[in-house]
Every structure is written in structure tokens, then in C-alpha cells.
């Protein structure tokens, strides 16, 4: 005999909370308006349509943020000098 509860929703997997626009923007600290353009040019985070619905998940967004991450050159000089 299986045993069904009645709305109760599978735990979330780690990393793929879908976010609207808005949420996704304020997460990477951008206005609406620069994800739309990223979109339209072909760059930014990985998103999902979902009819007329873009989703951006979690795992997708820190996944942008780390390959956009930069770290100093020890040796490196400063500019200008």
C-alpha cells in the first residue's frame, strides 16, 4: 500500500530556485534592464522560458558570478606608473 500526503511538494534541489527577473536582478545587484539586454545580446546568466515566463536559477546565477571572478596578480603592476 503506498501512502500519498496530500500537498506536500519534493524538497528543492540545492541550487535550482527559480527566480523572476526582478529577484534574479537584485541577486547580481543589475537592473531589470541590463538582464533584458544581456538576453537580447546573447550574454548573462543562463535563464529559462518558460512560455512568456523567464526563470533564472540559483545554481545559474552564482555559476555567472564565479566565472566572472577576477583575482589579483601578485606581481602585477599598478597601471599608470
Known sequence: MMLETIGSAPPERAGSQPLNEA????????KVATLRAWRNQGRGPAYVRL????????????????????????????TGE
Request: net charge positive; glycine share 8%.
Open 23 to 30: 529577484q534574479a536582478a537584485a541577486r547580481l545587484g543589475l
Open 51 to 78: 512560455g512568456r515566463a523567464i526563470r533564472y536559477l540559483t545554481i545559474d546565477i552564482d555559476e555567472f558570478i564565479g566565472s566572472h571572478r577576477h583575482s589579483p596578480r601578485p606581481n602585477a603592476k599598478p
